[in-house]
C-alpha cells in the first residue's frame, strides 16, 4: 500500500476547497481486502470530524470520503463510517489497484475563525487482508 501526498492549497474563507490524493494497493491474486484510515495526528480530531493543525493552536476541520460525491466519510467502518474493498490481482505493478481519497475542506465558522498559516494532518493507511 503507498499513497501521493495531498494539498488543498490556500484557503480563504470565502469558499469550501476540494481536493484528492490516491491510495495504491498490490494484493495477492483473489485475496479480499479492506482499506481503513484513522482519524489523523491531530488532538481532538474523530473519523467524523478530521482536523489540520496550525499556528496558534488553531485547527481546520476537513474530511475524507470513498466517493467524490462525498457521501460517505472514509474511516474504519465504523461509527458511521466506511472503508473501501477490494479482491487483489497480483503483486505486481501492472496489476496494482489506484483508489481516490476524496477531501473536502468545509467552508464554516470554525474554519473561517483560523489563523494565517500552514497547516498539516498526517493520516494513517492500513490494509487487512
Not at 484557503?11 to 476540494?18: H, K, L, Q, R, S
Not at 488532538?43 to 467524490?68: E, K
Not at 466506511?82 to 479482491?87: F, I, L, N, R
Not at 489563523?115 to 487482508?129: E, K, P, R
Request: proline share 3%; glycine share 14%.
Amino acid at each position: 500500500i503507498s499513497t501521493t501526498p495531498l494539498a488543498f492549497g490556500d484557503y480563504d474563507g470565502t469558499a469550501a476547497i476540494a481536493s484528492n490524493a490516491t491510495v495504491v494497493v498490490r494484493c495477492s491474486k483473489n485475496a479480499p481486502y479492506q482499506i481503513a484510515l484513522d482519524a489523523g495526528t491531530t488532538a481532538g480530531a474523530t473519523l467524523l470530524q478530521r482536523l489540520l493543525a496550525g499556528p496558534g493552536g488553531d485547527t481546520l476541520q476537513y474530511n475524507l470520503y470513498t466517493t467524490v460525491g462525498l457521501g460517505t466519510i472514509w474511516g474504519n467502518n465504523a461509527g458511521g463510517t466506511g472503508w473501501v474493498t477490494g479482491t487483489g490481482t497480483g503483486l505486481g505493478v501492472a496489476n496494482q489497484a489506484t483508489l481516490t481519497v476524496f477531501v473536502q475542506l468545509p467552508d464554516n465558522a470554525v474554519n473561517q475563525a483560523a489563523g494565517v498559516g500552514a497547516y498539516s494532518d498526517l493520516i494513517t493507511a492500513t490494509i487487512t487482508y
